[in-house]
């Protein structure tokens, strides 16, 4: 068995074959070929791809993988783990993308010749795009952020802060050893030194690898701090002058809250022998790209990962991050110092000459996003790994937009090791104010005017403990609106989270003050099921008043929506920022007369309940039908079976699965993928897997279009042999879903395929579909006149207490 083998699950193999986990197992247990493990543990064994595919193709349960479906697979399966194949796939998309030829010419050998060839390839192109200058090993280095050329005279790999502590003497291929103040240790008699006088923020050191602080063996005068103490740049040419050693300390004059923080570039170019074990799946990926495209390919594998692995990764919708890109405005530098997946720079409008900067403290993440956002657009991209707080990699950078969505209630986000750092403009944050320093460090990377949009929890606008740091963002002018949003909009899903808009003030004590903030609190756009907000009213209330405040300064009051208040009508103790707390209600002089028409659709809603209610069930003896599954009639092609997508390109509204479960309209909205969406038609039926309710879900014309949402399963019936109704009810019994469940710690599954329902003909099919048709309008009836009901309640109840209503 080859080592760089790419494994699959007893969950991915019954993925492959559809079917279930259960009759895998069965497998297994009655076919004495079927592939032996090949890793994984006792009880949750992996096998060999090729082999469970070769033994499903001789036993005749599967035809052809589809090629997603297969590099998805090997990508899941590979040896060293999915994000580091997902790094690997983005590398090369990147190479096909960029220089297919070379790909061609570089693919047309063997697996050893491919690997060999690929580390020199993607130099050309990741340099290029990533903001990289590679050495002669072909690892990469970051470019400074301050626009100096990065000219290196050697093989000199920096892994922490340059120190001027003790000198040093460096030979090829001696190894520093000490720590920040300790010597270098020679392994050879040859002495490589430069003599030069350094006018940029720092100085390379002749050809070594330094496994700690590097020392500056070289004269050197500094003037200038040093941009990046991690990556340091040689704007000098390297003079070999034998075996002279000048062991002359630098100068270092950066400042003292960043010599400690290193910048880790985002991504390295990897090695051959790192590349050789993913060569089957660079092929399959490759190939993928030939059908749908580099970015379309290098998307559909992120969202699959992301889709898979939901809790270690916290998303910013697309819809709010494209709110958040239109406030900032155009923008030729633009920072994310918490990039996540990259979703808010993906969302900024591209402009020529554009630079957008990132930074995330999970290196794999950063890698990702950097490739993400290379594939996307055609501007500069510069990575970093790193805590932005603690070490921040763009310490000289002065950008026109900073988007953020930063951690909520970070404890350790560096109180203690950062009490003197100079980015506390407005104030020292307490520890448990960590979202009001990203405010401030977002407001420290701005140039001047520039402007910083922020996601933040409701909390940072009223804590007592932010209260100073708040009234001096007034004070100055910096902070400029505040956005309450939907419950919904984005996670934690609970609670409605906050945009703030700040930006830099003008140097001029003229503008030192802004006399008036924006206040909009758009959460009367919230969905009536968990579908999401409505992103298209939230964005035409929201831009439309930010557009007119910016353009005058002050907002007309629109009561329940917007206003603009005087800052010093804030200033008191509290220093309260929530919007809710200062806008006026809406406007209520004809809340009676829409209390009365409630009332009348409630009375007209109820008569039409009364009306369907279902007649005496008539007592009958218990059935004994033949029955089949649903698996079964999808593999006799009664029915098509197709899964709810992580999304698609198509800006249609989506289906979740609380829409079906609420059997409201389809109030979702599609991630940005280019994943092809699921589109229903009218007859089809739709199952949610997740839950444990018996619902299912006939599509009529008002909901026809929609994409199918995640944790959603859709059947087409065959309308020549299965009644829709007739299956949509049937589904829906309670032991039926009971058989076809399965359970884990925290939620219940449903195996669709696993449904039973009798083989009965068309025409008796479609007597049970009548009754269960009539069954389903009851049933609506019954929840239109519960929402009617709790409308009417909450309306009086807000009437009454408001003075609108009188109590007689």
Request: hydrophobic share 40%; charged share 20%.
């Amino acid at each position: 068995m080859q080592d760089n083998v790419t494994e699959v699950t007893a969950a991915g193999i019954a993925r492959l074959a559809g079917v279930g986990r259960a009759a895998v197992s069965n497998w297994r247990r009655r076919h004495a070929d079927f592939p032996k493990p090949v890793g994984g543990t006792e009880t949750s064994p992996s096998f060999a791809l090729t082999e469970v595919e070769s033994w499903l193709r001789r036993q005749g349960k599967l035809a052809e993988v589809p090629l997603r479906e297969r590099v998805w697979q090997q990508l899941a399966g590979h040896p060293e783990g999915p994000v580091t194949a997902l790094a690997h796939v983005g590398c090369v998309l990147l190479l096909i993308q960029e220089r297919p030829t070379v790909w061609l010419d570089a693919s047309a050998g063997s697996d050893t010749r491919l690997a060999a060839m690929l580390p020199g390839a993607l130099d050309q192109v990741l340099g290029p795009r990533l903001g990289l200058a590679p050495d002669r090993r072909g690892v990469h280095t970051a470019v400074p952020d301050n626009g100096s050329p990065a000219v290196n005279t050697g093989a000199t790999v920096h892994s922490s802060a340059r120190t001027s502590a003790q000198p040093a003497v460096n030979s090829p291929g001696a190894v520093n050893a000490g720590g920040p103040a300790g010597p270098a240790v020679n392994a050879g008699p040859a002495v490589r030194t430069v003599s030069a006088v350094n006018t940029a923020p720092a100085v390379n050191t002749p050809p070594a690898v330094n496994a700690a602080s590097a020392v500056n063996t070289s004269p050197a005068v500094n003037a200038g701090p040093t941009v990046n103490p991690a990556l340091a740049v040689n704007t000098s040419p390297a003079v070999n002058t034998g075996p002279t050693v000048n062991p002359a300390p630098a100068v270092n004059t950066a400042p003292a809250s960043y010599a400690h923080a290193p910048h880790t570039p985002a991504l390295h170019t990897p090695s051959g022998p790192q590349l050789l074990p993913s060569a089957p799946l660079l092929r399959g990926a490759a190939e993928l790209a030939a059908e749908t495209g580099a970015r379309q390919t290098f998307e559909f594998l992120l969202g699959r990962h992301l889709d898979a692995n939901p809790r270690q990764y916290t998303l910013t919708p697309a819809e709010l991050a494209r709110l958040m890109a239109d406030l900032a405005g155009p923008a030729r530098t633009v920072l994310d110092p918490a990039c996540g997946t990259g979703a808010l720079l993906r969302a900024v409008d591209t402009r020529p000459e554009q630079e957008l900067f990132a930074q995330d403290s999970a290196p794999d993440l950063a890698a990702l996003t950097a490739l993400r956002l290379a594939l996307h657009t055609r501007a500069t991209v510069r990575g970093a790994a790193g805590d932005t707080l603690r070490a921040d990699a763009y310490p000289e950078l002065h950008a026109d937009a900073v988007l953020c969505h930063p951690p909520f209630n970070e404890r350790n986000w560096g109180h203690d090791e950062l009490a003197y750092d100079p980015r506390w403009e407005y104030g020292f944050p307490a520890r448990t104010e960590s979202e009001l320093a990203w405010v401030q460090h977002a407001l420290a990377r701005l140039a001047d005017t520039g402007t910083a949009v922020l996601l933040m929890p409701p909390a940072a606008a009223s804590r007592r403990s932010g209260r100073r740091i708040r009234a001096d963002l007034l004070r100055r002018g910096a902070l400029r609106a505040v956005v309450a949003l939907p419950v919904g909009a984005a996670p934690p899903y609970n609670i409605p989270l906050h945009v703030w808009v700040l930006r830099r003030p003008d140097r001029t004590p003229a503008a030192l003050a802004a006399p008036e903030v924006l206040l909009v609190d758009t959460g009367r756009f919230a969905g009536e099921a968990r579908g999401g907000p409505d992103w298209q009213a939230v964005r035409d209330a929201v831009l439309d008043a930010w557009q007119a405040f910016a353009r005058d300064g002050r907002l007309e009051e629109r009561p329940g929506l917007a206003r603009s208040v005087p800052v010093i009508g804030l200033l008191d103790d509290d220093v309260d920022l929530a919007p809710a707390r200062h806008l006026p209600p809406p406007a209520v002089a004809d809340g009676a007369e829409q209390l009365t028409a409630v009332r009348e659709r409630l009375g007209e809603t109820l008569r039409l309940t009364a009306d369907l209610t279902p007649p005496p069930a008539a007592p009958a003896p218990p059935a004994r039908w033949p029955l089949t599954t649903v698996g079964e009639l999808a593999r006799g092609g009664a029915l098509v079976l197709r899964s709810g997508g992580i999304g698609g390109h198509a800006r249609v509204a989506v289906l979740t699965d609380h829409d079906v479960l609420a059997g409201t309209a389809p109030s979702g909205s599609l991630p940005e993928s280019e994943e092809e969406a699921v589109l229903t038609e009218p007859g089809d039926v739709v199952v949610p897997v997740l839950g444990g309710g018996s619902v299912a879900r006939v599509i009529d014309e008002a909901t026809q279009g929609a994409a199918l949402g995640r944790n959603l399963v859709l059947l087409r019936p065959d309308r020549t042999a299965l009644d829709p109704w007739f299956l949509a009810g049937f589904l829906r019994g309670t032991a039926n879903n009971r058989q076809a469940s399965s359970y884990a710690s925290t939620a219940t599954r449903l195996d669709v395929r696993r449904l039973q329902l009798p083989r009965l003909p068309l025409d008796e099919q479609r007597r049970y579909g009548a009754r269960f048709r009539a069954l389903d309008e009851f049933e609506r009836a019954v929840r239109h006149a519960s929402r009617l009901g709790q409308q009417l309640a909450r309306g009086m109840y807000d009437g009454l207490t408001d003075g609108t209503v009188a109590p007689d």
